[in-house]
């Protein structure tokens, strides 16, 4: 999962399997949620988004889970494949007053997916 | 096809001397935004845009400009002000923020060097 530090977090798994990635956010307060991936040398891409009053949303062989109470999101990735390998990053955003739109990122977590 | 289109892929600065970076989005968005990357973490934002001609400063907003003339367009200067200036520029751009929050879609990234 998200950590502090400049050291980002690796998950390895073998193609086929389940893959989960955490990410603890910061503010009680954030109402939206996003995960992004990105490979190397390229923009992060959106993945699955969900708002505060739900606290699962289901896409295309992903899953994000949101429990408010301990302020943990995670990344549920079915059958992983070569191509799910990369850096997956959460965002939050922080409801009310001057903060239209912007999302404070987590550090990321590299997922490799062994063939 | 719709998208974000940053330009150049790679700058080299010298010492002393102002680049700007060009982003352009064809998504007809309203926001736009500028964030650094660095090696192993998340992004960070510089300047956001919610509307033409207003713009906003985000968290590492010291060394850079913006401009916000045409809804496609969101220019990036980094100036001589900025000392560390190595790092990987992303744009994003959103059709809005809150209540509705919608997530940010990426362009592909400048890698800005010194010389």
């Known amino acids: 999962g998200e950590s502090v530090g400049l050291h980002l977090p690796t998950l390895s798994v073998q193609e086929g399997d389940n893959s989960i990635i955490n990410c603890a956010y910061s503010?009680?307060?954030?109402?939206?949620f996003i995960w992004y991936k990105q490979e190397s040398g390229k923009g992060p891409q959106f993945i699955i988004d969900?708002?505060?009053?739900?606290d699962k949303r289901q896409g295309q062989r992903v899953t994000v889970l949101l429990n408010k109470t301990v302020k943990h999101l995670s990344l549920q990735i079915a059958a992983t494949q070569p191509g799910d390998s990369a850096v997956y990053f959460c965002?939050?955003?922080?409801?009310?007053?001057?903060?239209?739109?912007?999302?404070?990122f987590g550090q990321g977590t590299i997922l490799t997916v062994h063939p | 096809d719709g998208g974000i289109t940053q330009s150049p892929k790679y700058l080299f600065r010298k010492e002393g001397q102002n680049v700007t970076l060009s982003c352009e989005q064809n998504l007809n968005h309203d926001a736009m935004y500028w964030y650094r990357q660095d090696p192993g973490q998340g992004l960070r934002l510089i300047y956001y845009s919610q509307i033409v001609n207003d713009f906003q400063k985000g968290d590492i907003a010291e060394g850079y400009s913006v401009s916000r003339e045409k809804k496609e367009s969101f220019p990036l200067t980094v100036t001589s002000a900025q000392k560390n200036p190595t790092a990987f520029y992303l744009c994003?751009?959103?059709?809005?923020?809150?209540?509705?929050?919608?997530?940010?879609?990426f362009g592909d990234g400048t890698r800005l060097s010194i010389l």
């Open positions: 965002a939050e955003n922080i409801a009310g007053g001057t903060s239209y739109g912007k999302l404070t």
């Open positions: 969900i708002r505060s009053n739900m």
């Open positions: 503010n009680s307060a954030s109402d939206y």
């Open positions: 994003a751009s959103s059709t809005g923020g809150p209540p509705n929050n919608q997530p940010q879609h």
